[in-house]
C-alpha cells in the first residue's frame, strides 16, 4: 500500500522525498519503463503549492509554465484539493451511461456562464477537437448536403488526436502516422482572402485558434476574426473556436472570443478547466447542438472527480475580482517583460492576459530554458527562437519581479555561453 493511500493531510516535503528516493532503491532506473513521449530535463518533482515546486532533492523552482497553462489556480490549490478530497469519499465515477450531480451542475454553469446550449465533458483538448470535427460533420450530414471538409489555418496546433492532427500544420508533429485522415485543408493566418476563396460546397467549418499558442503565441487580429465569423454566418457554415490554450480566464476574460466580440458555433475548452487535472469541454450553440445517443463518449467523460475540479475552478475564476485581478496582472508583466527585452535586446513580445510569447533574437530558446531551470525558473519554448509565459492565474506581482530577475540571469548566462564558445573557452 502507498504510505500515502490513507492520509488525508498533505505530505510533508522530507516524507515525499523518502518516498521517492525508497521507489529508486533498484538496479533499473524509473524513467527507463516510460514510453519515450517527450524529452524531458532530469527533476523528479515531487510537490507543488502555488507558483512553486520542489524535486526531489528539495530543490525549489518558480513555475511560469504551470502545466502548459493547465495548473490555472498553480500547484494543489486548496480549493481545488478541497473538492477532489471530498468528492473522492463520496462517488468517483458512476459511469457513462448515468447522470452525476456534479456533471449535471458543472455542465449547467459552463453553459450559462458562456451563453452556449450544450456541452459535452472529456479528458483532454485534443479529444475536444475531435469531437468538434465529428459534430462538424454530423452537422454537415444533416444541415449541408453532406459537407464534411474543415479549413484550418497555417501553424495551427489543435491536439495530437488523428482528426486533430490532420486539422494541424504538417509541421508540428515528427510522425503524423500517414495515412492522415482526409477531408482537411489549410489556408494562412490571418487572412480573410485566403479564407474566403478556399470555402467550397463541400465545406462544413471553419477551425481555428484565436491565439495560436504552439506557433509562439500569434493572436488574430480583430479584423480578421470578426471577418471570419461574418462570412461563416454568410455562406452557411460553422465557426470552431479552439480555446483550449486561451479559455478559463487566461487572457483575462472567460472566453477570448469575448474580447473580439465574435460568436462562435462550437468551443473547445481543455487546459484550465481541470486546473490540472484532465478536464476538458465541447461546447456548442444553437443547431451545432446535433449529437445523437451513442455517438459520442467515454468512460470517463465528465465523471463526478474530474467534474468537482471544473466546478471549483469554473466557481474560482467567477468570484470576486478574479478575472480583473489576471487582466491587471497581464498588464504587469507585459510591461516587465517589455522592458526586460529591450534591456536584452530581444524581440517582439505578444499576447494578452497571462499568456504571452517573447520572440527572441536567435533561435536559442532552448539554451535559455536550460539556463533558467539553472536559476530556478520554469519557462517553456514552443518554438526555438520563443519562450512562452503561463503562469498561475493567481500569480502576484513579487512573484513576476522574481521571475524578471531569475530571467535576466539566465540571459546572462547564455550570453556568457556564447562569448566562451566563440573564444573557445570551455564553459
Given at each position: ?260 466580440g465574435v460568436r462562435a458555433d462550437i468551443i473547445t475548452l ?36 474530474m467534474c468537482s475540479a471544473g466546478l471549483a475552478v469554473l ?113
Amino acid at each position: 500500500m502507498n504510505l500515502f493511500s490513507l492520509r488525508r493531510t498533505p505530505p510533508s516535503l522530507d516524507d515525499l522525498t523518502a518516498e521517492y528516493r525508497q521507489s529508486t532503491r533498484h538496479d533499473s532506473v524509473p524513467h527507463d519503463y516510460l514510453m519515450p513521449a517527450i524529452e524531458r530535463p532530469a527533476p523528479v518533482f515531487v510537490r507543488g503549492q502555488g507558483s512553486r515546486v520542489w524535486d526531489a532533492q528539495g530543490q525549489a523552482y518558480l513555475d511560469f509554465s504551470q502545466g502548459g497553462g493547465s495548473n490555472c489556480l498553480g500547484h494543489s490549490p486548496g480549493v481545488l484539493a478541497r473538492a477532489l478530497s471530498d468528492q473522492a469519499y463520496g462517488l468517483l465515477n458512476a459511469g457513462v451511461g448515468f447522470h452525476n450531480q456534479g456533471q449535471l451542475n458543472l455542465a449547467q454553469r459552463l453553459c450559462e456562464t458562456t451563453a452556449c446550449d450544450q456541452v459535452h465533458f472529456f479528458n483532454s483538448g485534443s479529444e475536444a477537437c475531435d469531437g468538434a470535427i465529428k459534430l462538424a460533420r454530423k452537422w454537415g450530414q444533416l444541415y449541408r448536403g453532406g459537407a464534411c471538409r474543415i479549413i484550418s489555418v497555417s501553424n495551427a496546433c489543435h491536439g495530437s488526436g488523428f482528426g486533430a492532427m490532420a486539422a494541424s500544420t504538417p509541421g508540428v508533429f515528427d510522425n503524423r502516422f500517414e495515412p492522415q485522415l482526409p477531408g482537411f485543408s489549410q489556408v494562412p493566418f490571418n487572412d480573410l482572402a485566403a479564407l474566403h476563396a478556399a470555402v467550397d460546397a463541400k465545406t462544413v467549418a471553419i477551425m481555428l485558434e484565436p491565439i495560436q499558442n504552439a506557433a509562439g503565441v500569434i493572436p488574430a487580429s480583430g479584423h480578421y476574426l470578426k471577418g471570419v465569423e461574418r462570412l461563416c454566418r454568410e455562406l452557411g457554415i460553422l465557426l470552431i473556436l479552439d480555446e483550449v490554450q486561451t479559455g478559463m480566464g487566461r487572457c483575462g476574460t472567460l472566453l477570448v472570443e469575448q474580447q473580439y466580440g465574435v460568436r462562435a458555433d462550437i468551443i473547445t475548452l481543455g487546459k484550465g478547466l481541470g486546473g490540472g487535472v484532465p478536464l476538458a469541454a465541447l461546447l456548442a450553440r444553437g443547431r451545432a447542438c446535433c449529437f445523437a445517443p451513442a455517438e459520442i463518449g467515454g468512460s470517463h467523460h465528465g465523471n463526478a472527480l474530474m467534474c468537482s475540479a471544473g466546478l471549483a475552478v469554473l466557481d474560482t475564476l467567477l468570484g470576486g475580482h478574479f478575472l480583473a485581478h489576471v487582466r491587471e496582472s497581464g498588464q504587469y508583466l507585459q510591461d516587465g517583460l517589455t522592458r526586460l527585452a529591450q534591456r536584452h535586446d530581444q524581440g517582439e513580445l505578444r499576447g494578452t492576459g497571462l499568456l504571452w510569447g517573447l520572440t527572441l533574437g536567435d533561435e536559442w530558446a532552448d539554451a535559455l530554458v536550460k539556463a533558467a531551470r539553472q536559476e530556478g525558473l520554469l519557462l517553456d519554448a514552443p518554438k526555438a527562437d520563443c519562450l512562452r509565459f503561463t503562469p498561475a492565474l493567481n500569480v502576484s506581482k513579487s512573484d513576476i519581479d522574481e521571475m524578471l530577475l531569475r530571467l535576466g540571469h539566465a540571459f546572462s548566462r547564455v550570453r556568457t555561453a556564447q562569448v566562451h564558445c566563440r573564444k573557445g573557452i570551455a564553459v
